[in-house]
T-cell receptor
Framework: NAGVTQTPKFQVLKTGQSMTLQCAQD?????MSWYRQDPGMGLRLIHY???????DQGEVPNGYNVSRSTTEDFPLRLLSAAPSQTSVYFC?????????????FGEGSRLTVL | SQQGEEDPQALSIQEGENATMNCSYK?????LQWYRQNSGRGLVHLIL?????REKHSGRLRVTLDTSKKSSSLLITASRAADTASYFC??????????FGKGNQVVVIP
């Protein structure tokens, strides 16, 4: 099993450009989420999904869109990139049972917005 | 506000020594988790302690939980150079929403 796969690993954008960060998992996890990690800020939740067709906002959702058309995929879209979105993005998934809640993380996507 | 704040933020120790880091949280929890992040990599789950547990062991890891003080500690015994990483605590907010602390950076000097 590949686990959680994120692409691309690195990306440089100009302000105003759009792009999609891809996330796929092969563990049949219902729950998927996107975090961003910034120095001194820890990880902050952007959006999450508890199943196909269901998404919700996290702590820092502005400037990002998500969709969940399949169990496996959870893409994160930046419609008009801003320098403040320069960060490392992590996708994570888990089974829906919150009593376990162990998250499986991808290796991250490092985004720079100029 | 973000749940989970580790203290101290950075720790440098000699190989073979023990490393202890703390985490505090603000609301009631079902469980608390610790994760490790090696430089440039994703987070990896280390250990989970449930709210009705006070201590849990996993190999060289020992986690304690004090729900009255809303705090947890992670102890790594007999540290190795490979333990050099950042360590995060995390608590579930609801709907599987994990909130992470800012992390402890641990450097183990060979």
């Amino acid at each position: 099993n590949a686990g959680v796969t994120q692409t691309p690993k690195f990306q440089v954008l100009k302000t105003g450009q759009s792009m999609t960060l891809q996330c796929a998992q092969d563990m049949n996890h219902e729950y998927m989420s996107w975090y961003r990690q910034d120095p001194g800020m820890g990880l902050r939740l952007i959006h999450y999904s508890v199943g196909a067709g269901i998404t919700d906002q996290g702590e820092v959702p502005n400037g990002y869109n998500v969709s969940r058309s399949t169990t496996e995929d959870f893409p994160l879209r930046l419609l008009s990139a801003a320098p403040s979105q320069t960060s490392v993005y992590f996708c994570a998934s888990s089974y829906r049972d919150s009593n376990t809640g162990e998250l499986f993380f991808g290796e991250g996507s490092r985004l720079t917005v100029l | 506000s973000q749940q989970g704040e580790e203290d101290p933020q950075a720790l440098s120790i000699q190989e073979g020594e023990n490393a202890t880091m703390n985490c505090s949280y603000k609301t009631s929890i079902n469980n608390l988790q610790w994760y490790r992040q090696n430089s440039g990599r994703g987070l990896v789950h280390l250990i989970l302690i449930r709210s009705n547990e006070r201590e849990k062991h996993s190999g060289r890891l020992r986690v304690t939980l004090d729900t009255s003080k809303k705090s947890s500690s992670l102890l790594i015994t007999a540290s190795r150079a490979a333990d050099t990483a950042s360590y995060f605590c995390a608590t579930i907010q609801g709907n599987n929403r994990l909130a992470f602390g800012k992390g402890n950076q641990v450097v183990v000097i060979p």
